[in-house]
T-cell receptor, first 111, second 117 residues
Framework: GENVEQHPSTLSVQEGDSAVIKCTYSDSASNYFPWYKQELGKRPQLIIDIRSNVGEKKDQRIAVTLNKTAKHFSLHITETQPEDSAVYFCAAWTGGFKTIFGAGTRLFVKA | GAVVSQHPSWVICKSGTSVKIECRSLDFQATTMFWYRQFPKQSLMLMATSNEGSKATYEQGVEKDKFLINHASLTLSTLTVTSAHPEDSSFYIC?????????????FGPGTRLTVL
């Protein structure tokens, strides 16, 4: 069935270091991969997304890469700051016209 | 633009009662609305997909008679939790896609926290 796996579940980094979160998806028909940041009790916020016709996308300190062959996509955050601490979810829009979310990564940025 | 609201933001009810949650697109017409449930420290789990004027499509394991979804207009979808029990306590979030827009870009509501006593 449709599935998105996300690793790691928890990530702790020192302020200024980089953070990388990796996801894999199962549905080869998936063509849109958004990443969300969620703070406690709040709605998910779209931070970056990538479509299947692109291999990489960057927006300031955030970048996403996509390997369609391997069905992998990753989020890279550089120069992390304490305010980056939150839960991050990867997701994939599937051929079934719905979004499947990964399990989430709790990121802690230590000052 | 692309604002989605939910009402109420939180609700506490007694076991056995029914609760209705509204999801509205404030400044756009929504082709499709999605309902998610999120338990503490867990991911968003899709419950159902609804399109205006048609029956909702429920995900496997979601009881359609317990979670009634009505999508009466292009700007309003409602989720009714019938005969709620403590295990239904959760954070319910809706999202919507824009009619005529990118069909897979979703805009999320702020969520409704349901506590069943």
């Amino acid at each position: 069935g449709e599935n998105v796996e996300q690793h790691p579940s928890t990530l702790s980094v020192q302020e200024g270091d980089s953070a990388v979160i990796k996801c894999t998806y199962s549905d080869s028909a998936s063509n849109y991969f958004p990443w969300y940041k969620q703070e406690l009790g709040k709605r998910p916020q779209l931070i970056i997304d990538i479509r299947s016709n692109v291999g990489e996308k960057k927006d300031q300190r955030i970048a996403v890469t996509l390997n369609k062959t391997a069905k992998h996509f990753s989020l890279h955050i550089t120069e992390t700051q304490p305010e980056d601490s939150a839960v991050y979810f990867c997701a994939a829009w599937t051929g079934g016209f719905k979004t499947i979310f990964g399990a989430g990564t709790r990121l802690f940025v230590k000052a | 633009g692309a604002v989605v609201s939910q009402h109420p933001s939180w609700v506490i009810c007694k076991s056995g009662t029914s609760v209705k949650i509204e999801c509205r697109s404030l400044d756009f017409q929504a082709t499709t609305m999605f309902w998610y449930r999120q338990f503490p420290k867990q991911s968003l789990m899709l419950m159902a997909t609804s399109n205006e004027g048609s029956k909702a499509t429920y995900e496997q394991g979601v009881e359609k008679d317990k979670f009634l979804i009505n999508h009466a207009s292009l700007t309003l979808s409602t989720l009714t939790v019938t005969s709620a029990h403590p295990e239904d306590s959760s954070f319910y979030i809706c999202s919507a896609t824009i009619a005529g827009g990118s069909y897979n870009e979703q805009f999320f509501g702020p969520g409704t926290r349901l506590t069943v006593l």
